[in-house]
């Protein structure tokens, strides 16, 4: 019996450790280009070169950085995706609030359908309705402004946000808007004051997603925007690259710089984001 238990705890013991080596391992696995890639940023051009390739920074240096804030079309892009994505997120949320907060609570025929339909666009090809687009678009006069890539990432982060919110709607009970309303609230602003403060993780969940997608949003931004008042940064970086050179240091620096505000908001709001995920799986 006690050599049972024993061979029993080894066992529990060994896969252990092997679950933390596997999780190492991982975190290792996908932190590494992210660090090369900021390594790249700090080192000269020379040491960029070398071979073999060193493992830790020699010189570090700041001057790739310094070419890149001294760009002033890469100024401009970080703040063209800060308004793109900004604009995009509030859309998004605004729009799918309300088509979610109709689906979790009205009662209609082919709702199933309805929201498969919904789902099945974040899954088009958007290269496939890339020239349709455009030519529309320049109909409208939209080319190389903000609303042609605003309104073509709302089209492809739209479903999401609609998903995330319609299994947090569903769980909400009912009682809690006929309360609101026999208080004297309307619907919409039981929906408002009510529903919306309660989905919150859901809320924050579908923003920052929204944001991510929008702000590394490359296709759409390449196609629709041609000047540096209105391209992106997903756009800018390259440009660091001509005919002749390539300056990678200057590259890595910006995509350095370009991934920072995600990894804030995504630290600052973790909490909120695996509560929404795993609410929003769980329940719906």
Same mark, same amino acid.
């Given at each position: 019996?006690? %050599?049972? &238990?024993?061979?029993?705890?080894?066992?529990?013991?060994?896969?252990?450790?092997?679950?933390?080596?596997?999780?190492?391992?991982?975190?290792?696995?996908? *932190? /590494?280009?992210?660090?090369?890639?900021?390594?790249?940023? !700090? $080192?000269?051009?020379?040491?960029?070169?070398?071979?073999?390739?060193? !493992?830790?920074?020699?010189?570090?240096?700041? %001057?790739?950085?310094?070419? $890149?804030?001294?760009?002033?079309?890469?100024?401009?892009?970080?703040?063209?995706?800060?308004?793109? %994505?900004?604009? &995009?997120?509030?859309?998004?949320?605004?729009?799918?609030?309300?088509?979610?907060?109709?689906?979790?609570?009205?009662?209609?025929?082919?709702?199933?359908?309805?929201?498969? *339909?919904?789902?099945?666009?974040?899954?088009?090809?958007?290269?496939?309705? +890339?020239?349709?687009?455009?030519?529309?678009?320049?109909?409208?006069?939209?080319?190389?402004?903000?609303?042609?890539?605003? +309104?073509?990432?709302?089209?492809?982060?739209?479903?999401?946000?609609?998903?995330?919110? @319609?299994?947090? /709607?569903?769980?909400?009970?009912?009682?809690?808007?006929?309360?609101?309303? @026999?208080?004297?609230?309307?619907?919409?602003?039981? /929906?408002?004051?009510?529903? @919306?403060?309660?989905?919150?993780?859901?809320?924050?969940?579908?923003? !920052?997603?929204?944001?991510?997608?929008?702000?590394?949003?490359?296709?759409?931004?390449?196609?629709? *925007?041609?000047?540096?008042?209105?391209?992106?940064?997903?756009?800018? !970086?390259?440009?660091?690259? &001509?005919?002749?050179?390539?300056?990678?240091?200057?590259?890595?620096?910006? =995509?350095?710089?370009? &991934?920072?505000?995600?990894?804030?908001?995504?630290?600052?709001?973790?909490?909120?984001?695996?509560?929404?995920?795993? =609410?929003?799986?769980?329940?719906?």
């Amino acid at each position: 019996m006690a %050599s049972a &238990t024993a061979s029993r705890g080894a066992r529990g013991a060994l896969g252990t450790v092997v679950f933390y080596v596997f999780l190492v391992v991982f975190v290792l696995v996908s *932190l /590494f280009p992210l660090i090369w890639v900021f390594k790249m940023s !700090i $080192i000269t051009k020379s040491e960029l070169f070398a071979s073999p390739p060193t !493992i830790l920074p020699q010189d570090p240096t700041a %001057s790739s950085y310094a070419t $890149i804030f001294g760009d002033a079309d890469f100024r401009k892009a970080l703040v063209n995706s800060t308004i793109i %994505s900004g604009v &995009t997120t509030v859309v998004c949320l605004f729009f799918g609030a309300i088509a979610a907060y109709a689906i979790a609570r009205l009662r209609f025929h082919f709702k199933s359908l309805i929201m498969t *339909l919904i789902l099945a666009i974040s899954f088009f090809p958007a290269v496939a309705i +890339i020239a349709p687009l455009f030519v529309q678009f320049s109909q409208l006069g939209l080319i190389d402004t903000y609303w042609a890539a605003i +309104i073509a990432d709302t089209v492809f982060a739209l479903p999401l946000t609609v998903w995330i919110l @319609v299994a947090f /709607f569903k769980e909400l009970p009912r009682d809690l808007e006929e309360a609101a309303k @026999v208080d004297g609230a309307t619907t919409l602003q039981a /929906f408002r004051m009510v529903i @919306v403060p309660l989905a919150a993780p859901g809320v924050f969940t579908a923003a !920052i997603l929204t944001f991510i997608f929008a702000w590394n949003e490359f296709l759409f931004a390449n196609t629709f *925007l041609f000047t540096p008042n209105t391209q992106p940064v997903t756009v800018v !970086i390259p440009n660091f690259a &001509t005919v002749y050179t390539t300056d990678y240091g200057a590259q890595a620096a910006a =995509a350095v710089v370009v &991934t920072i505000p995600l990894v804030i908001l995504v630290l600052i709001f973790q909490r909120r984001i695996v509560s929404g995920l795993t =609410a929003g799986a769980v329940k719906g």
